[in-house]
């Protein structure tokens, strides 16, 4: 169990700009989830994979948003022509396919700053 | 619509005391609860968790958390608080798998720890 690997953990970019993070799960497990968290805040569900569908989007995901998970395993979130309120931390979790109560597994983040 | 409330932004307590940390969840059906916890620039790792069976369950690091359905309440526990236990804690819910609730996990907006020497 390496555990859940998130890149870049941070990044910076210019309003306007395209960013696309990356999540690579834990190996064995099937469900794959994007949380969004802002700073004093608790963390904001995004959108939930399950293998490689997308079983659910929040309101939260704007059209700018989009994520793919195409084979399954490792996850991508893109965000296009970014804003200041976009500015988060966005976290990745995968938990296994045992049942709905198996914990999730969360990666360290991917820190955004726009300026 | 499933939520989580954590009352109090902030708790402090000195080490060797008893630390509480406060709960409240919305859920149609029977709930998953669960306890994260965030120390800085980190992501949120598990603590414990109550699907079923004993109101009172036990985690890891000496937190224990007790489920009572009457007050739709999940608090989580530590009998003696050490300083290490400051940190950024978070309850969760999740809406049992036979509600059409999705698989997403809610979260409450934290409830910082500082626990004293």
């Known amino acids: 169990d390496t555990g859940v690997s998130q890149n870049p953990r941070h990044k910076i970019t210019k309003r306007g700009q395209n960013v696309t993070f990356r999540c690579d799960p834990i190996?064995?497990?099937?469900?794959l989830y994007w949380y969004r968290q802002t700073l004093g805040q608790g963390p904001e569900f995004l959108t939930y994979f399950q293998n490689e569908a997308q079983l659910e989007k929040s309101r939260l995901l704007s059209d700018r948003f989009s994520a793919e998970r195409p084979k399954g395993s490792f996850s991508t979130l893109e965000i296009q022509r970014t804003e200041q309120g976009d500015s988060a931390m966005y976290l990745c979790a995968s938990s296994h396919p045992g049942s709905a109560g198996s914990p999730l597994h969360f990666g360290n983040g991917t820190r955004l700053t726009v300026t | 619509a499933q939520s989580v409330a954590q009352p109090e932004d902030q708790v402090n307590v000195a080490e060797g005391n008893p630390l509480t940390v406060k709960c409240t969840y919305s859920?149609?059906?029977?709930?998953?609860l669960f306890w994260y916890v965030q120390y800085p620039n980190r992501g949120l790792q598990f603590l414990l968790k109550y699907i079923t069976g004993d109101n009172l369950v036990k985690g890891s690091y000496g937190f224990e958390a007790e489920f009572n359905k009457s007050q739709t309440s999940f608090h989580l526990k530590k009998p003696s608080a050490l300083v290490s236990d400051s940190a950024l804690y978070f309850c969760?819910?999740?809406?049992?798998?036979?509600?059409?609730?999705?698989?997403?996990?809610?979260f409450g907006g934290g409830t910082r720890v500082l626990v004293k020497p």
């Open positions: 859920v149609s059906g029977n709930p998953y």
């Open positions: 190996s064995e497990h099937n469900r």
């Open positions: 969760a819910v999740r809406a049992s798998p036979l509600k059409a609730a999705g698989n997403k996990l809610t």
